[in-house]
């Protein structure tokens, strides 16, 4: 599989912060970051176009210390297209049969009961939380102008600072908020 001149960036901007970097060298496998859901206590990795079982099974090599449960997603381009997290023990799903689907199956599959937060618009789901120093909570979300029914659910979020995005231009090509953004847990006197 050829290198893209994406992958090499981003590559080299993790070496550059110390980064420890696994590489996927079966060429069989494949691994798209919007299909990796990360809870803080176990990963959901969605089979979809561009995630298929082996890439999965390179990820729970990688990260032994975590459990690795795997989601179809068949309607959806990834599984991050209709949840990502909002807290450290709150899922954010959309609303569709698809989204509810794959909660399911989440759900079935982990031993720990996480809160769940339905939005109507599956697309709204895909947020980005921080738990930043001095701030807290931390939740950047779709726009009001975009989602505002979605909108109307974060705003119960009293905990949480939020922070919307307009992001209907990189929506177009498929670029959710999680997939335009790289979180690094590092201190900040880089």
Same mark, same amino acid.
């Given at each position: 599989m050829e290198k893209t001149a994406k992958v090499e960036a981003v590559k080299k901007a993790l070496q550059d912060l110390q980064m420890? $970097? $696994? #590489?996927?060298?079966d060429e069989n496998a494949t691994l798209d970051g919007g299909d990796v859901l990360f809870t803080g206590r176990e990963f959901f990795v969605g089979l979809s176009k561009r995630t298929n079982q082996r890439g999965a099974e390179i990820l729970a090599d990688t990260f032994k210390d975590y459990a690795v449960s795997t989601v179809p997603v068949s309607d959806n381009l990834h599984l991050k297209s209709f949840c990502s997290m909002a807290g450290p023990n709150l899922i954010v799903i959309g609303?569709?049969?698809a989204a509810q689907k794959a909660l399911k199956t989440m759900q079935q599959m982990s031993d720990h009961r996480y809160d769940k937060l339905t939005v109507p618009d599956d697309q709204a789901a895909n947020c980005i939380y921080l738990n930043v120093p001095g701030k807290g909570h931390v *939740? *950047?979300?779709r726009a009001p102008e975009e989602f505002? #029914?979605?909108v109307k659910v974060f705003e119960k979020l009293k905990e949480h600072m939020l922070i919307p995005v307009a992001n209907s231009e990189l929506s177009k090509v498929d670029g959710c908020l999680t997939c335009c953004s790289l979180l690094i847990n590092k201190s900040p006197n880089l």
């Open positions: 420890n $970097v $696994v #590489e996927m060298t609303s569709s049969e *939740l *950047l979300h505002p #029914e979605s």
